[in-house]
């Protein structure tokens, strides 16, 4: 009996963790550029309680990390010469004091110096690792589909858009953006688009995600059904052996 409740037990955990992450996805559905993620799990195989027959070894359920779904959200249109979305996969880079950090937030400004910041203030870099200034004495800036910006005539620089062979290596570090946790070195995204006027919702399904709160509630409360049917079990047993004896 004491197997059946340690297991139960970590299929608790584990449902706790999840309902958190659910939660997340839905506080999350309006945030810009934010991506869908969901908890991954495996058996994990552990000597039993006690040597009574049953399994050997029981397997237990954990957490085994964290899924992120990078699907494209919806492009809305804002208008503002410095809002920037990205269409197909890709990431803007910005410089923070820890280091570059990857997003998919175009929500940009310009600070007092005229440099292109998130709206945290770090500036987005170009293609080549700078950071974007602009004199708007020099007039609008227009912003083309491969990022490049131009005032009238004139280029005055080009957004980076950059990307990496494999996703896994980008780790989410809070401010709606993401670090290489490898050594990995990020390509140019050659087939992502850029568009201005626009910024990328969430690519949450509120639906969807509500739907899978509920289904994680019940499976909570189904265990907990089970486990306290089996310390019923367990009380009765030693009461009617007390009576023998």
Same mark, same amino acid.
Do not use: C, W
């Given at each position: =009996?004491?197997?059946?409740?340690? #297991?139960?037990?970590?299929?608790?955990?584990?449902?706790?963790?999840?309902?958190?992450i659910v939660a997340n996805n839905i506080a999350n559905a309006d945030t810009t550029g934010f991506k869908v993620e969901s908890l991954l799990a495996r058996a994990?195989?552990?000597? *039993? /309680?006690?040597?009574?027959?049953?399994?050997?070894?029981?397997?237990?359920? #954990?957490?085994?990390? #964290?899924?992120?779904?990078?699907?494209?959200?919806?492009?809305?249109?804002? @208008?503002?010469?410095?809002?920037?979305?990205?269409?197909? =996969?890709?990431?803007?880079?910005?410089?923070? /004091?820890?280091?570059?950090?990857?997003?998919?937030?175009?929500?940009?400004?310009?600070?007092?110096?005229?440099?292109?910041?998130?709206?945290?203030?770090?500036? $987005?870099?170009?293609?080549?690792?700078?950071?974007?200034?602009?004199?708007?004495?020099?007039? *609008?800036?227009?912003?083309?589909?491969?990022?490049?910006?131009?005032?009238?005539?004139?280029?005055?620089?080009?957004? @980076?858009?950059?990307?990496?062979?494999?996703?896994?290596?980008?780790?989410?570090?809070?401010?709606?953006?993401?670090?290489?946790?490898?050594?990995?070195?990020?390509?140019? /995204?050659?087939?992502? $688009? $850029?568009?201005?006027?626009?910024?990328?919702?969430?690519? #949450?399904?509120?639906?969807?995600?509500?739907?899978?709160?509920?289904?994680?509630?019940?499976?909570?409360?189904?265990?907990?059904?089970?486990?306290?049917?089996?310390?019923?079990?367990?009380?009765?047993?030693?009461?009617?052996?007390?009576?023998?004896?």
């Amino acid at each position: =009996m004491d197997n059946a409740l340690y #297991v139960g037990l970590s299929r608790q955990i584990l449902l706790r963790r999840e309902l958190d992450i659910v939660a997340n996805n839905i506080a999350n559905a309006d945030t810009t550029g934010f991506k869908v993620e969901s908890l991954l799990a495996r058996a994990e195989p552990a000597a *039993p /309680a006690h040597t009574a027959d049953g399994p050997k070894p029981v397997k237990f359920v #954990v957490a085994n990390g #964290v899924a992120r779904d990078f699907g494209q959200g919806a492009l809305r249109q804002t @208008g503002g010469a410095f809002d920037l979305a990205i269409e197909g =996969m890709g990431f803007f880079q910005v410089d923070t /004091a820890d280091g570059p950090r990857f997003t998919r937030d175009g929500r940009f400004r310009l600070d007092e110096a005229g440099r292109m910041v998130s709206q945290s203030g770090h500036p $987005v870099l170009g293609d080549g690792g700078e950071e974007i200034v602009i004199d708007p004495a020099q007039g *609008p800036v227009a912003i083309g589909k491969d990022g490049t910006l131009s005032q009238g005539e004139e280029q005055v620089g080009r957004i @980076g858009v950059f990307t990496f062979d494999d996703l896994t290596v980008l780790e989410k570090t809070g401010d709606n953006q993401l670090r290489n946790a490898s050594n990995a070195q990020p390509q140019p /995204a050659a087939d992502a $688009v $850029v568009r201005q006027g626009f910024i990328e919702g969430s690519n #949450v399904n509120p639906i969807v995600e509500i739907t899978r709160m509920i289904e994680v509630s019940r499976a909570y409360t189904s265990i907990s059904k089970m486990m306290d049917s089996e310390q019923e079990l367990a009380r009765r047993s030693v009461e009617r052996l007390g009576r023998v004896q």
